[in-house]
Nanobody, 123 residues
Framework: QVQLVESGGGLVQAGGSLRLSCAASGRTFSRYAVGWFRQAPGKEREFVTVIRSGGSTVYADSVKGRFTISRDNAKNTVYLQMNSLKPEDTAVYYC?????????????????WGQGTQVTVSS
């Protein structure tokens, strides 16, 4: 298992940008798929995006074209660049890691989770 720590959240105006980071411990980080999820108050945790060990990516329709996930295995870090932010993007954002084969897009696919970072988008 890996330990994950998110950073980069904050308060931004609608239309602005933020970059979240997910730093991982462990020597085998490159073998993990890393996903981002978010949870708004009173709502279920929802899938945002995932980057697989080989670098392929999948995005939720709600963020496609606005968010970009990337990874730097030398730094054991995954990034989430969020552009054109909307108030509905306001949530706690979590990164998670898994060795599940396939395309892990549900929370149950992941065993390792970070503590979350708050993103607030004002209108």
């Amino acid at each position: 298992q890996v330990q994950l720590v998110e950073s980069g959240g904050g308060l931004v105006q609608a239309g602005g940008s933020l970059r979240l980071s997910c730093a991982a411990s462990g020597r085998t980080f490159s073998r993990y798929a890393v996903g981002w999820f978010r949870q708004a108050p009173g709502k279920e945790r929802e899938f945002v995006t995932v980057i697989r060990s080989g670098g392929s990516t999948v995005y939720a329709d709600s963020v496609k074209g606005r968010f970009t996930i990337s990874r730097d295995n030398a730094k054991n870090t995954v990034y989430l660049q969020m552009n054109s932010l909307k108030p509905e993007d306001t949530a706690v954002y979590y990164c998670a890691a898994t060795t599940t084969i396939g395309v892990p897009t549900t929370a149950g696919d992941y065993r390792s989770w970070g503590q979350g970072t708050q993103v607030t988008v004002s209108s």
